[in-house]
């Protein structure tokens, strides 16, 4: 079975969009962070084919400052969801309406 | 191998299963209704990208993935589900955009697919060996990574980690306040 960047990229397009609809049509705030790792995720895998493809290191080397980015993204996230949760004592998004956005 | 073949013969079978188990893992991710079962699905979808990574000899790639994603993050989000009370959760799993989402599906997906039949890619043959060599000698994947981050990519390696003391003094702010609040 031979496996070429076509099919890296359609693995990648699918779990991007699994993470695109997660933040989409999901209600807590938990989920919608961990959809958006998996779209980070996904544009790792995408990098990691590329940079084996092209034989070139540099794809591998943004794929970990991606993970650095995802990280801090989560650090930050859930300090966000724990300050939500206090305050408003709710995980649901669609609550968290103060600025009436 | 062939012209442009990443991966051929059982590695290819291999590639197949670790990716169809991890879409699979995402899907149950988004679809869970308990956080902590999304939380333990997204545990496993890593660890399988983490096998892919390493079956096209990203290795330290795969293994920055397993120790910061599943090692890390995933704590993290554990830790943040136990403090928050899990019966809070709404009681309805999906909020009302699910024609957005289906509306935005297909606008991702037609740029994507007209790019995936019409682009062609520079014809350079594979050369798995580029990866692991240092200065034409025989070195491992880590090495050569290191090499070209060090050299290449020192700035952003530095703003790298300027963020991330940012993003700590932010999330240790954030939990301090919001701790004042209470009492």
């Known amino acids: 079975m031979t496996i070429t960047i076509n099919h890296y990229l359609i693995v990648s397009l699918l779990l991007f969009g699994i993470g695109f609809f997660g933040v989409l049509v999901r209600r807590n705030v938990l989920t919608v962070l961990m959809s958006i790792e998996l779209m980070l995720n996904a544009v790792n895998l995408n990098l990691v084919a590329f940079s084996r493809r092209l034989s070139d290191l540099t794809g591998q080397v943004f794929s970990v400052f991606v993970i650095t980015i995802a990280a801090g993204e989560a650090a930050i996230g859930l300090a966000l969801t724990i300050s939500l949760f206090r305050q408003k004592r709710t995980l649901n998004v669609e609550e968290a309406d103060t600025m009436r956005g | ?183």
């Open chain 2, 1 to 183: 191998m062939a012209e442009g073949a990443l991966l051929t013969g059982t590695s290819g079978v291999l590639f197949t299963i670790f990716a169809v188990l991890a879409l699979a893992m995402a899907v149950a991710v988004v679809v869970a209704k308990n956080p902590v079962h999304s939380a333990l699905y997204l545990l496993v979808s890593f660890l399988l990208v983490a096998c892919i990574f390493i079956l096209q000899q990203a290795e330290f790639v795969g293994a920055v993935q397993i120790l910061v994603y599943a090692g890390g993050i995933m704590v993290l989000f554990l830790f943040v589900v136990m403090l928050v009370n899990p019966r809070t959760a709404a009681t309805k799993t999906f909020q009302h955009q699910w024609d957005v989402a289906l509306l935005l599906f297909p606008v991702f997906l037609i740029p994507f697919a007209y790019i995936l039949w019409t682009e062609k890619l520079p014809d350079v043959p594979v050369n798995a060996a580029a990866l692991v060599t240092v200065r034409g000698k025989l070195a491992g994947n880590t090495e050569a990574v290191s090499w070209v981050l060090f050299r290449d990519y020192l700035v952003p390696f530095e703003v790298a980690s300027i963020f991330l003391l940012v993003a700590m003094i932010g999330a240790v702010v954030l939990g301090k306040r919001s701790l004042e609040k209470m009492d």
